[in-house]
């Protein structure tokens, strides 16, 4: 329940919120003027094209509109003539929902689209109609799809590299958040939660460099040549991947002094808060048009984490220079070479795999939606697509998820129900109707990422008052609501009884795949493997550890027992970390001894991990002389060791 009504950290996407709007009500404006009630399906497709714009580069959303406006148009025509015989009904959604979840294996940008597709299958399989009238629809939709891709792609200012600028600098903007933090933490360095407090903003800054990555990857896919300003962007792409493992490891440095109780370098505080200002700087140069005083600071420190501090200063210099030739056109400084390959990217052949996630999820989806579209029919249910509608919208890959998602559809439909029956009593004018319609949509889009339960609340008046307007009556608030409450019942039931996905069994494997590609990272680190192998080895660490702290917020949210929860919870902080310790190896190598030492442990322990024996006890190592950051590597490592044993 708590779950359900959290408020996520974003802010309201108030320019999406209002073309999302204006997509949909265009068309049922002019229908509505020009006596064309078969309009509807130009705005609803207006409308679902808009929610599947995943933002970031201009190809990359009209790849995926344009798909998604593909895919709803055969939609829109096989479900109408499906949903003519109930007998072809049923097998034809079975089909239909096994492939739209199918795809999801493909990302999140691919499962909306599938979701969405199917969402259409359902609603036109509900209200059937033969192949004329069908034709008619998807003609319609196709071109509400498209008057939605003309809004959001053409419409507003065209700037090739304009959301490439806007996600390199997020990424920015993001690392320089986790600095201004840690300058906070550095004035009271003894509080262990204060550390723990920096963790999820150093998984924001991975997500943002994740999501810089792929829009400079879709930016200069196709280009012969690169520009200018291209290369810059990549430049400082990869001057942030270096500065965010040296950052991380300075911090790891700094706590590590702190948990022993040792003093932290003086003015250390001072130092991140400058590293902060210096990084927003750069993100709003980036961006912002006028003029910046950009320098690199002047970091003093002493010890093991003065070659970080310098290392950090000689990266913020270099993106200085490059944001510098960005903005002047000029010549700036050569990538660094910590780009890596791009990695293959899944295919549907992995959705077949044994115990796929993916595949498990299909089946469930199509079994559930096929079950409510049978007992919809057998009850004669006015509207009956808005159960399996909601069965479609709720059911998410893990229960604990599709428990929040359908409390929060239960609760917002409720909600939004009561707004209608206030609207339809007070409301009579269809200008003012109209426009109260349009600010719904427009806040509903706009939250959506904020409060799924608030945007189902927003978005719930417009619908039923759009049925009801066609339907010449006002009764279909009660059935919304009713029909809502069946479709969440039978996700729930779904999400429980079909092949749950128990997040406890996977924990082993996912807390391996960390401690596995840590022995990587600190492979490439030790063997000087240059910086392009060592970034990807790194972020290879953090995707897998981004993984396994999702699985274990599932994990905390079904209430497990604490005996259970802890030793996950260390091994999972721990494995992030190690990587830090390991990055500060680079610039403090062991005598190939004692690293030869280190990755043999490492491996031992991965291998427990897996196989869910007893982990070997760590040898010691105090025989062999090695700097702070391979001791601080090796009591890392005992620590995952203790945790280990009391896992199994």
């Not at 309009?39 to 679902?48: D, F, T």
């Not at 902060?276 to 984490?305: F, M, Q």
């Not at 910590?338 to 469930?364: G, I, Q, V, W, Y």
Request: hydrophobic letters at 55%.
């Amino acid at each position: 329940m708590r779950g359900s009504l959290a408020i996520e950290a974003a802010r309201p996407q108030w320019l999406a919120g209002l073309r999302a709007a204006t997509a949909m009500t265009v068309p049922l404006i002019v229908g509505w003027v020009a006596r064309r009630p078969e309009l509807i399906w130009a705005g609803l497709g207006g409308w679902l094209t808009m929610l599947s714009d995943p933002g970031g580069p201009y190809p990359t959303r009209a790849s995926a509109m344009g798909t998604f406006a593909l895919m709803g148009a055969a939609a829109t025509l096989a479900g109408g003539l499906a949903g003519l015989t109930p007998w072809a009904a049923i097998p034809a959604l079975f089909a239909f929902a096994m492939i739209c979840s199918l795809i999801r294996v493909h990302g999140d940008t691919a499962a909306t689209i599938g979701v969405l597709a199917l969402t259409m299958f359902c609603i036109t399989e509900g209200s059937p109609a033969h192949l004329a009238d069908s034709l008619v629809r998807a003609g319609m939709f196709v071109a509400g799809s498209f008057f939605a891709i003309l809004l959001a792609v053409a419409v507003w200012p065209f700037r090739p590299y304009h959301p490439v600028r806007a996600a390199v600098a997020a990424s920015w903007m993001a690392v320089g958040d986790l600095a201004a933090a840690a300058a906070k933490v550095a004035s009271s360095p003894a509080d262990a939660a204060a550390w723990e407090s920096l963790v999820p903003l150093r998984r924001r800054a991975r997500d943002a460099l994740e999501d810089a990555r792929e829009a400079l990857a879709v930016a200069r896919a196709g280009r012969h040549g690169e520009t200018g300003r291209g290369l810059q962007l990549l430049v400082l792409y990869e001057i942030l991947e270096l500065l965010l493992g040296d950052l991380a490891a300075l911090l790891e440095a700094l706590r590590a002094r702190a948990e022993r109780h040792e003093p932290l370098p003086p003015r250390a505080g001072e130092a991140l808060v400058e590293i902060s200002r210096a990084l927003e700087a750069i993100a709003e140069a980036l961006v912002e048009e006028g003029s910046y005083a950009l320098a690199a600071p002047r970091l003093e420190a002493s010890g093991d984490s003065a070659l970080l501090f310098s290392r950090v200063e000689g990266e913020i210099r270099q993106a200085v220079e490059s944001v510098q030739a960005l903005r002047s056109g000029g010549a700036g400084p050569s990538p660094p070479g910590a780009l890596s390959f791009p990695e293959e990217a899944p295919s549907l052949r992995d959705a077949f795999a044994k115990a796929s996630t993916e595949l498990r999820h299909a089946l469930r989806v199509a079994l559930v939606a096929t079950l409510a579209q049978f007992l919809a029919t057998a009850l004669r249910l006015e509207r009956s697509y808005w159960v399996t509608v909601t069965v479609v919208l709720v059911l998410q890959p893990h229960a604990i998820a599709t428990v929040r998602r359908a409390l929060q559809r239960a609760g917002g439909t409720v909600i939004g129900g009561l707004i209608a029956a206030l609207i339809a009593r007070h409301v009579r004018e269809p200008l003012a109707l109209g426009a109260m319609l349009f600010g719904l949509a427009w806040i509903a889009v706009s939250v959506r990422r904020i409060n799924y339960a608030l945007f189902a609340a927003l978005v719930t008046p417009v619908f039923v008052l759009l049925a009801e307007t066609n339907a010449g009556g006002g009764h279909l608030t009660r059935i919304r609501i009713l029909d809502t409450l069946l479709g969440g019942t039978l996700a729930l039931v779904g999400a429980i009884a079909l092949w749950p996905t128990r997040d406890l069994e996977r924990m082993p494997a996912l807390i391996a795949a960390v401690l596995r590609a840590d022995r990587a990272y600190l492979d490439a680190v030790l063997h000087g493997k240059g910086p392009a192998e060592a970034v990807a080895a790194r972020r290879r660490v953090g995707l897998a550890t981004a993984n396994a702290e999702a699985a274990l917020q599932r994990l905390i949210a079904e209430a497990m027992p604490p005996a259970r929860i802890e030793p996950l919870m260390a091994l999972v902080a721990y494995g992030r970390r190690l990587s830090a310790s390991i990055t500060a190896l680079g610039a403090a190598p062991p005598s190939s001894e004692y690293a030869a030492r280190l990755e043999g442990i490492l491996d031992a322990l991965a291998d427990a991990a897996q196989s869910g024996a007893p982990p070997p006890p760590v040898p010691p190592l105090d025989d062999l002389p090695a700097p702070e950051p391979a001791q601080r590597l090796a009591r890392q490592l005992r620590v995952v060791q203790s945790a280990l044993a009391r896992l199994g």
